[in-house]
């Protein structure tokens, strides 16, 4: 899963929300590291709802807009929580081995290859 299906699914965990929604949470979500352009958002949305993770919830006209809202569907929250743990527990490999390193006389992070 990309970085960015891993924040749209998970800027849409808690409820639905629209395109400009997504991104703002996205954004926020990821402490601003993950900034998607309108046209990257949509087409990770339309790859999304293609995979059946998350579906159209509804449309709204609001000041003359269309705006179309998103929602996670039980494959898209089983997705979600499958490649949260992945992540989880390759963080804690990651952060194992540099404990183990710092650990290990002239196999820490400064000591090492010459």
């Not at 952060?95 to 710092?102: D, H, L």
Request: proline letters at 2%.
């Amino acid at each position: 899963m990309t970085q960015a299906a891993f924040f749209v699914l998970t800027a849409l965990a808690d409820q639905p929300r629209h395109g400009y929604g997504v991104l703002r949470e996205v954004e926020e979500l990821s402490e601003g590291t993950v900034r998607m352009r309108v046209g990257t958002l949509y087409g990770v949305l339309d790859r999304l709802t293609a995979d059946g993770l998350i579906v159209l919830d509804r449309e709204e006209v609001q000041q003359g807009r269309l705006r179309r809202y998103y929602r996670l569907t039980d494959e898209g929250a089983a997705a979600l929580d499958a490649e949260a743990e992945r992540l989880a527990a390759g963080a804690s490999a990651a952060k194992r081995r540099i404990a183990e390193g710092r650990r290990t006389p002239g196999h820490g992070l400064a000591g090492g290859l010459a």
